[in-house]
């Protein structure tokens, strides 16, 4: 109890200095395959491989996760990629597949996690190498592998590629709470990136719910415009509520809010408002349950609207303006008119 007393205080403050609804700060990118690294570096064992069809990089705070996506190809019939494959520790990261049976009529989802050797560490009697933690299976890892999977398989459009495959490799880069947020987010760019047909955005928010609002914390507004009408006030104290479930509800959580109040991850496809996971954990009331999938639902439109941003930088960086290529072909009449035309457009 000591614990969560510390989480929110008396002026409902989070122990970074956020509102209850306010959203840590949000970095999403859609960037070129990484690299391939050279086999002598102690970075290559926790790399994915090389030549991705697409990548990006999502940052919630200082959770950051990556994302790299292989496909759509001819299933692999060995190793971590196989449709019977359970993933291998490499070094310092860890890694599991959660992969099915192949079905002919449609295409398979693959996922493997892995987690650098500086992104976590472990207590003294963990299985650990100068407090960092080593190879191995890992229960976490294989359960956000599993609901990875759970999430895009309804939402990517695999009976476009039958008898194919299309694998997924995150990693988890560092972590300070709300991981499986981080790596939906970001894999559904990822798949963006990679050109493969979603049906939706795929935009996750974890949530929490506090015992109850501080006396002296004022009235939960969130800092975001809303679209379905403002729940009502949950602070205990106020003779004029009139409804909600008592508690106060915490968007976007740290480690330690994780560890200490029942919470979800919830992943929202905002367009259509439909929920395409919700990953719980510990139990929950009812009333409570019903205000976090609301605020869950709010929370995702702020994140879609960041993916948004980022997509759109990064489809601007793909498709130039058509007068640069005045800049090669200076002499072709069908340039000089598409400049005329975009002179005539602004």
């Given amino acids: 109890m000591q614990s969560r007393t510390q989480l929110l205080t008396p002026s409902a403050l989070r122990l970074d200095s956020r509102l209850p ?8 990118q859609i960037l070129p395959s990484p690299p391939s690294p050279s086999t002598s570096s102690s970075y290559a064992a926790t790399h994915p491989p090389a030549k991705a069809d697409g990548y990006a ?59 650098a050797g500086w992104g976590e560490r472990v207590g003294q009697g963990g299985s650990s190498e100068g407090g960092l933690r080593r190879g191995g299976k890992d229960r976490r890892t294989i359960e956000l592998a599993a ?78 415009d809303l679209v379905t009408p403002a729940a009502a006030h949950t602070n205990s104290n106020d003779p004029t509520r009139t409804g909600g479930s008592g508690s106060t509800t915490i968007l976007d959580l740290l480690a330690a809010e994780e560890t200490a109040l029942p919470n979800l991850t919830i992943a929202v496809l905002p367009r259509s408002g439909k929920v395409s996971l919700i990953n719980l954990e510990t139990r929950l009331g009812v009333n409570r349950f019903e205000e976090l999938l609301k605020w869950g639902v709010e929370g995702s439109k702020v994140v879609q609207a960041a993916m948004q941003d980022a997509v759109e930088q990064w489809a601007s960086s793909l498709a130039p303006r058509r007068g640069a290529l005045g800049q090669l072909f200076p002499g072709s009449g069908a340039v000089k008119g598409a400049d005329k035309e975009d002179e005539e457009m602004q």
């Fill in 147 to 224: 609901a990875v999977k759970n999430t895009f398989e309804p939402v990517l459009l695999l009976h476009l590629y039958p008898r194919s495959s299309i694998d997924i490799y995150l990693q988890i880069l560092e972590n300070d709470g709300s991981v499986l947020q981080a790596a939906i987010n970001a894999t559904s760019l990822a798949l963006i990136s990679a050109g493969l047909p979603l049906s939706d955005y795929v935009c996750s928010l974890s949530l929490a719910s506090y015992p109850s609002i501080p006396p002296l914390g004022p009235p939960q507004i969130p800092p975001f």
């Fill in 57 to 115: 990089l999502a940052s919630h705070g200082l959770t950051t996760v990556s994302s790299s996506v292989f496909g759509p190809r001819e299933p692999q019939r060995t190793g971590p990629w196989s449709s019977t494959g359970t993933g291998q520790s490499a070094g310092g990261g860890v890694g599991q597949a959660a992969g099915g049976q192949q079905k002919g009529d449609r295409g398979s989802v693959n996922v493997e996690v892995g987690v």
């Fill in 21 to 28: 609804l306010e959203l840590r700060s949000l970095d999403f």
